[in-house]
């Protein structure tokens, strides 16, 4: 196994950086880190649009597509060029999990019309998987799809919907037969969001989002009429399709992340007192060595990633892996929330979530990384469970690693 880059490799870690520099806006970038992350819709598509204009849209797109041909170690670089510098996410509903579901078991036409607004990203997805009592037990949706012609008329209600209120489609899984065995009578339906007869209802949430940029949200279908033709694959196969799907919504690299994570932490605790002495939070031993043990594990978290991405780059497939890069990203991500809400302390009580808007002219409550701390911990609370609860998590890797 070499774990070691190639100069070509560590050339094209050098131009990913260089073209952040002159693409990523200084404004954005400082407003990011004011509001802990949270920007507007057109921050995101200005970004999507530089990445599609430099040819990086879609890293993990085949080229037939319009991937860019990125090896994994090209990935693996990119990624950490990016979360080094805080570049705005990618929005992960359309380029990293609709467009495989329809590259793979979409129509050519489908393919046609969908995959070039996807990458050049001039359409805004949404997931409509989970409902109301039915999360992680997916099959168990009651959003109705009945046919009726050429036509399915869509009843029922989706929740959890992340920033739904600015998406322009949405993928769903609905119930089109009433089967003993749920999985079989699903289907993969791709709708309109302006269809008529869908209403978005945001939910408010504990971490205070500013009005309009809450990030999740309830879909109600009330007799929404979908073309037979946004059908994806077979009718009752959606089962099947949603399985595929979940699998580019796990197994992604988290120790980038959690790298600058980290560091925020550590920027904190050397700008806060400790207690009445003159010291610093930093120098604290408690705090350090609980700093000390969770960078331990993040390096312990960077070389299992580093190992997968040798057997990708062999050719071989990850397995259960993923499942364990999921369960302990996200619990150091939460970790990392909890240093920082303890290293704010008393910085924390304001709560204040200032809007991404531009032309901010206030100072943060306390130190900048600070301010955004509350916020941060109270919505990270929620990565243990989507994309499959780690407990589920724990259940496959017992299944397939011990054959429990």
């Known amino acids: 196994m070499d774990l070691k880059f190639s100069n070509d490799e560590l050339m094209f870690q050098e131009e990913v950086r260089n073209w952040i520099e002159r693409t990523y806006p200084k404004e954005m ?5 004011l509001t802990g992350g949270t920007l507007t819709k057109e921050d995101y598509v200005y970004w999507q649009k530089a990445l599609y204009e430099k040819g990086w849209a879609g890293i993990n797109w085949p080229e037939e597509y319009g991937g860019p041909g990125f090896t994994a170690t090209q990935r693996y670089l990119f990624d950490l060029e990016m979360a080094k510098a805080g570049t705005p996410g990618i929005i992960p509903f359309g380029l990293s999990m609709v ?31 989970s409902e109301p009592g039915s999360g992680s037990d997916l099959a168990s949706l009651r959003t109705k799809a009945v046919r009726d ?7 029922g209600t989706k929740t959890w919907t992340t920033m739904a209120q600015h998406a322009d489609m949405i993928f769903c899984l609905v119930r089109t037969e009433d089967e003993e065995i749920p999985q079989k009578g699903i289907s993969f339906l791709l709708i309109d969001m302006k269809s008529p007869g869908i209403d978005v209802k945001p939910i408010v949430t504990i971490d ?18 979908v073309p037979a033709g946004n059908l994806i694959g ?41 207690g009445s002495s003159e010291l610093k939070l930093i120098d604290d031993p408690d705090f350090a ?20 991405l040798s057997s990708l780059s062999a050719g071989k497939n990850v397995g259960p892996e993923s499942s364990l890069l999921k369960c302990r990203g996200t619990e150091l991500q939460q970790k990392l929330t909890e240093l920082a809400a303890e290293a704010a ?18 100072e943060p ?33 017992a299944k397939l690693v011990l054959g429990l």
């Open 29 to 33: 970038r400082e407003r990011k880190e």
């Open 99 to 129: 467009a495989p579901v329809i590259m793979k078991f979409g129509t050519p036409e489908q393919k046609r019309k969908y995959l070039p607004d996807i990458l050049a990203g001039n359409v805004w997805w949404c997931q409509g998987y």
């Open 149 to 155: 012609g050429e036509h399915f008329i869509v009843n």
């Open 208 to 225: 205070g989002p500013p009005a309009g940029f809450q990030e999740i949200n309830m879909v109600h279908f009330e007799d929404v009429k």
């Open 234 to 274: 077979e009718e009752g196969k959606g089962w099947t399709y949603a399985k595929y799907l979940l699998e580019f919504e796990r197994g992604t690299a988290y120790s980038h992340g959690l790298k600058a994570s980290l560091e925020k932490v550590k920027n904190i605790a050397k700008k806060v007192e400790c």
């Open 289 to 308: 060595n609980q700093l000390a043990e969770t960078e331990i594990a993040i390096s312990a978290m960077e070389y299992t990633e580093l190992r997968i």
């Open 345 to 362: 302390g008393n910085y924390l009580i304001p709560f204040s979530h200032p809007s991404p808007s531009k032309g901010l002219n206030w």
């Open 365 to 397: 409550v306390g130190t900048a990384e600070s301010d955004s701390a509350g916020p941060t911990y109270f919505n990270t609370r929620k990565v243990s469970i989507y994309a499959g609860s780690n407990e589920i998590q724990r259940n496959i890797m």
